[in-house]
Nanobody, 115 residues
Framework: QVQLVESGGGLVQAGGSLRLSCAASGSIFSINLMSWYRQTPGKQREMVASITRSGVTNYADSVKGRFTISRDNAKNTVYLEMNRLKPEDTAVYYC?????????WGQGTLVNVSS
């Protein structure tokens, strides 16, 4: 089993920055891909950024150049650095751990960007 705990959300003004953290515990050796998703009411959850075990990253077009995903293997933690935030970035952000046999979600953390 893998457990994920997110932190770092909050209220920020447009143009500001936040850093989200996702701490993983349990059978982390089996995780192939760590991702950040976000969801707003009435919309599907969308992928924001992902990072493979080897460090290959991928971003949604809407956040390219503003968000950076990274991982600290020693701390079993994945980060999402969010810069130049926009009101449309407001959402609940979820961490996801994907392996061949499971997909786990964190509890989510709210990011609220005011205009």
């Amino acid at each position: 089993q893998v457990q994920l705990v997110e932190s770092g959300g909050g209220l920020v003004q447009a143009g500001g920055s936040l850093r989200l953290s996702c701490a993983a515990s349990g059978s982390i050796f089996s995780i192939n891909l760590m991702s950040w998703y976000r969801q707003t009411p009435g919309k599907q959850r969308e992928m924001v950024a992902s990072i493979t075990r080897s460090g290959v990253t991928n971003y949604a077009d809407s956040v390219k150049g503003r968000f950076t995903i990274s991982r600290d293997n020693a701390k079993n933690t994945v980060y999402l650095e969010m810069n130049r935030l926009k009101p449309e970035d407001t959402a609940v952000y979820y961490c996801n751990a994907w392996a061949a046999t499971f997909s786990r979600w964190g509890q989510g953390t709210l990011v609220n960007v005011s205009s």
